[in-house]
C-alpha cells in the first residue's frame, strides 16, 4: 500500500486514500472491510458519520484550493 493521501473534494467529502487506519476517541480501530479508499463526512449531515453517505448533494458548498497555513507559534 502507499502512504496516506487525504483529497479535500469541492462541495463534498474528504477522500481517504492508502495505508491508513480509522479510529475513534478511544483509539478503537473502525473495520474498514479490506478497503484501501473511504471518504468522510465534512457537512455533518451523513447518517454514517464518520464516513460519507452523499447526503451533502446540493446541501453543502465549499471550493477546495490549497492553501498555505501561517507558521506555528
Do not use: W
Not at 496516506?4 to 475513534?24: M, P, R, Y
Not at 472491510?33 to 453517505?53: A, T, Y
Not at 452523499?54 to 471550493?63: C, K
Amino acid at each position: 500500500m502507499s502512504k496516506a493521501k487525504l483529497t479535500v473534494l469541492s462541495n463534498g467529502s474528504l477522500k481517504v486514500q492508502g495505508d491508513f487506519e480509522i479510529v475513534d476517541k478511544e483509539g478503537n480501530v473502525y473495520d474498514l472491510g479490506g478497503r484501501e479508499q473511504v471518504s468522510l463526512c465534512r457537512c455533518g449531515l451523513s447518517k454514517n458519520k464518520p464516513f460519507c453517505d452523499g447526503a451533502h448533494r446540493n446541501h453543502f458548498e465549499h471550493t477546495a484550493e490549497a492553501f498555505d497555513l501561517p507558521p506555528k507559534k
